[in-house]
């Protein structure tokens, strides 16, 4: 019998496994969030974030998933006469493109299969047209565990196109991968906080360059609880436009203050040793679905050559040691499944797993 009282120990790839003490920062005294205590969380944790996206330019909070800044990004930057490319790679770059037609923008897709990255080259052939003022981009797709090469990507957009603007759905890879916003010249990048930041669901940062956020002031359309405008005006004073999710952001703070002291570099490597060791086994005993070169170091989608029953797996995991991984996503159900290595599972966490696996599908 499942219970969400005693939940199971999570290696989906989000929300993933929170440790007790970034818990019980959520369990803190609430504080009023026109208050100077508030004021000063904030400030705190603003200052903290820019150092972790290496930017000097504007982060916002929003109180909402991750989808909330696929809708921002649209929403705040697109004007009604302009076209942005949204290009495709699987499930959520995928949901990105219906959400930007969805808030009634002009929108063309550059699709490729899943599996396989969006290339610098490819996006180039469709920015020559002309015809576009925006680009939609994942850093890391994590319905098919791929990380796309977006080092390659930024600097041609800066060489080839620096009036388009770029926006980048970093949901699974802010923070477990390269990240520096600043110098990759993006304009909104943004991640909720039940992936590598190791926090429950609840709260999303954005990163918004100035430009960007110039630009916002004369697009209509705006809307209110995700207006970049509202959010600047209130980052004066240290606040948000609205009640925000406060728990959160002072879990946020305690997470922050953890990655400092470890160093982005460091934080970066270690999620790439969580990699390795997961790949090596997947490839040992299955196959990547992604083309290994551009395999995620936050996730593992793992091509389930031997055919096993994946839904069975889990199931069989679940009741014996109370422990869940993903099966694929949408279309990839059954064919792949997906395993999280992200915030703050460790390799030891990995290991448990991993052999659990083998010892289900009998093969040690
Ligand atoms: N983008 C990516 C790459 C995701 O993995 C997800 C969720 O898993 C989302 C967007 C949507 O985020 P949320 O569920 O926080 O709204």
């Not at 199971?8 to 920062?25: A, C, H, M, T, Y």
């Not at 989808?67 to 705040?76: H, K, Q």
């Not at 110039?214 to 995700?226: A, F, H, T």
Request: charged share 25%; proline share 4%; with cysteine.
């Amino acid at each position: 019998m499942t219970d969400w009282r005693n939940p199971p120990r999570l290696f989906i790839p989000g929300p993933v496994k929170v440790n007790e003490d970034v818990l019980q920062q959520l369990a803190r005294p609430t504080v009023g969030h026109r208050g100077k205590e508030f004021a000063q969380l904030y400030a705190e944790t603003s200052d903290m974030l820019k150092k972790v996206l290496f930017t000097d330019q504007n982060v916002f909070l929003f109180t909402t998933s991750g989808s909330g800044g696929w809708e921002a990004a649209i929403r705040n930057c697109v004007g009604l006469d302009e076209t942005v490319l949204c290009t495709c790679c699987g499930a959520f770059s995928d949901k990105w493109a219906d959400v930007a037609k969805s808030c009634t923008k002009n929108v063309e897709v550059l699709q490729v299969d899943w599996g396989k990255p969006v290339l610098a080259e490819m996006i180039d052939e469709k920015l020559a047209t002309g015809k576009f003022a925006a680009m939609t981009l994942v850093h890391n797709e994590t319905s098919t565990g791929l990380t796309n090469p977006v080092e390659q990507i930024s600097k041609m957009m800066k060489e080839k196109y620096p009036d388009v603007l770029v926006f980048v759905d970093c949901v699974s890879a802010m923070v477990g991968l390269a990240l520096k916003f600043d110098e990759l010249g993006w304009d909104v990048a943004f991640a909720s906080v039940q992936k590598a930041f190791a926090i429950p669901p609840g709260l999303t940062v954005v990163a918004v360059s100035n430009r960007a956020l110039e630009k916002s002031k004369n697009v209509p359309g705006r809307g209110y609880y995700l207006d970049f405008q509202q959010f600047a005006k209130r980052v004066e004073q240290n606040q948000t436009p609205t009640t925000p999710a406060i728990p959160h952001i002072m879990a946020l703070n305690y997470q922050c203050e953890k990655l400092l002291k470890e160093g982005m570099e460091n934080v970066w490597q270690r999620h790439k040793q969580m990699g390795d060791f997961v790949r090596a086994w997947a490839k040992e005993k299955f196959d990547l679905f992604p083309e290994e070169q551009y395999a995620s170091n936050t996730l593992t989608t793992v091509k389930n050559t031997q055919g096993i029953n994946v839904a069975e797996t889990i199931k069989a995991i679940q009741q014996k040691h109370n422990t869940i991984f993903g099966n694929g996503y949408g279309k990839l159900k059954e064919q792949t499944f997906r395993i999280a290595h992200m915030g703050d599972i460790t390799l030891d966490d990995l290991k448990e797993l991993l052999g659990w696996i083998d010892e289900e599908i009998g093969q040690k």
